[in-house]
Every structure is written in structure tokens, then in C-alpha cells.
Nanobody, 125 residues
């Protein structure tokens, strides 16, 4: 049972990246999914989340209008489309999963029980 994040890289300010989070060993459709990020010397922070079934989404203030979270349950994968990237978006990005029966959004790192390994995003100015 694991999550595999990919899609990070080096991009110039104003550019775009799409991160992917593929699940193996379990079915994503029963899980609430989130993306978090952690910059050097800082705490891990919430970026965006998507609910289990009805695809309700929520993004942090810093991500709203620029980042979009989506899911493809048939591919067992969750995505984070990041546009208009800024140098302050530089961080390691992590995907996380929470098994749930409810259609609500969780934003706290302690709400999630399964984490991917992280993918580095670097935005140059």
C-alpha cells in the first residue's frame, strides 16, 4: 500500500507543472486526498484537497486561482495542476490519503494516515 508522487521539476516563474499521485495496493475511490508542501526550514502546509466521491475541492489561500486538484478514480491517480508558479511555491510536495465515508474536506496533516514520498518543485525567478 503506497502513494507515488511525481511530476516535480525546475520551472521558471509564471510556468506550470502537473503533479501526479498514483496509488498502488488500494483503491483511491474510498479515500479523501490532499496535497501538502514543505519548504526548507518550514512546517508542512496544506495546499489542496479533494473529497472522496463527489470531487468537492478546497485550496489554500496561496493556491486558490492558480492550483487545481482533481482525481481520476479509474486511473487510481490524483493530480495537482499548478499554474502561474511563483518562487515562493518552491517546496517538496506530498500527496496524502485519508480513508473516510464522509464528503468533507480535511486540511490538517494529522488528518491523513498515508503519505507519498514527495516530489521537489523548484521555481526560479
Amino acid at each position: 500500500v503506497q502513494l507515488q508522487a511525481s511530476g516535480g521539476g525546475l520551472v521558471q516563474a509564471g510556468g506550470s507543472l502537473r503533479l501526479s499521485c498514483a496509488a498502488s495496493g488500494f483503491t483511491l475511490r474510498s479515500y479523501h486526498m490532499g496535497w501538502f508542501r514543505q519548504a526548507p526550514g518550514q512546517e508542512r502546509e496544506f495546499v489542496a484537497a479533494i473529497s472522496r466521491s463527489f470531487a468537492t475541492t478546497y485550496a489554500s489561500d496561496s493556491a486558490k486561482g492558480r492550483f487545481t486538484i482533481s482525481r481520476d478514480n479509474a486511473k487510481n491517480t490524483v493530480y495537482l495542476q499548478m499554474n502561474s508558479l511563483k518562487p515562493e511555491d518552491t517546496a517538496v510536495y506530498y500527496c496524502a490519503a485519508r480513508s473516510t465515508l464522509f464528503e468533507i474536506i480535511w486540511t490538517n496533516i494529522h488528518d491523513y494516515g498515508l503519505w507519498g514520498q514527495g516530489t521537489q518543485v523548484t521555481v526560479s525567478s
